[in-house]
């Protein structure tokens, strides 16, 4: 299986901050990755993939960026409604395993 | 509108079995692949198996199979997460999600509202 490692696990920020969430595979996975936003108590929300793709509807201050075994999620000017946790999934083959998961909270 | 409606909260004991189902609409259901992901209290989400529904061609991850079974009935749009016997480690959110290939890669971009499984004596 590849693992998927995110970091940090947690990280608190102000409204309007810029974030930065990192999430590296344990082998070379091109472009395969997938990032979601979920909050409590509801299902995980596309917001990127193929790494930089915006799935539509999403906001354009999140971005996507890497390939192979690093990748990035970076939020801009941190809205209220993006406080919740990040997820990272690789496509590149079976089972399609996810990072643990970052939260984003409130400073 | 594409939609993925999944099926109601279930409290189980130990040793029972239990089918959980999530039904497609708005779209053509045997053109994209069913999902299911696992969500046990308080952690990350653990990809379980993938089903094309057009014939029920099924793939599981290690770490699930022979604990479940995936299933699809093509004529009700309506795919399946079943146990024979439950264990108290069952008890998660279970969610559903339509995959949509793309360049050679798959997203998911739907997903169905949930279901919780308890497992309890």
């Known amino acids: 299986d590849i693992q998927m490692t995110q970091s940090p696990s947690s990280l608190s920020a102000y409204v309007g901050d810029r974030v930065t969430i990192t999430c590296r595979a344990s082998?070379?996975?091109?472009?395969?990755l997938n990032w979601y936003q979920q909050k409590p108590g509801k299902a995980p929300k596309l917001l990127i993939y193929a790494a930089s793709s915006l799935q539509s509807g999403v906001p354009s201050r999140f971005s996507g960026g890497g390939s192979g075994t690093d990748f990035t999620l970076t939020i801009g000017d941190l809205q209220p409604e993006d406080f919740a946790t990040y997820y990272c999934?690789?496509?590149?083959?079976?089972?399609?395993?996810f990072g643990q998961g970052t939260k984003v909270e409130i400073k | 509108e594409v939609q993925l409606v999944q099926s109601g909260a279930e409290v189980k004991q130990p040793g029972e079995s239990l089918r959980i189902s999530c039904k497609g609409s708005?779209?053509?259901?045997?053109?994209?692949?069913i999902n299911w992901v696992r969500q046990m209290p308080g952690k990350g989400l653990e990809w379980m198996g993938t089903?094309?529904?057009?014939?029920?061609?099924?793939i599981y991850s290690p770490s699930f199979q022979g604990h479940v079974a995936i299933s699809a009935d093509k004529s009700i749009s309506t795919a399946y997460l079943q146990w024979s016997s439950l264990k108290a480690s069952d008890t998660a959110m279970y969610f559903c999600?339509?995959?949509?290939?793309?360049?050679?890669?798959?997203?998911?971009?739907?997903w169905g509202q949930g279901t919780l499984v308890t497992v309890s004596s």
């Open positions: 999934q690789q496509s590149y083959n079976t089972p399609r395993t």
């Open positions: 089903i094309d529904p057009s014939d029920s061609y099924t």
């Open positions: 999600a339509r995959r949509r290939p793309v360049d050679g890669s798959v997203y998911y971009d739907y």
């Open positions: 082998q070379n996975i091109i472009n395969y």
């Open positions: 708005g779209y053509s259901f045997t053109s994209y692949w």
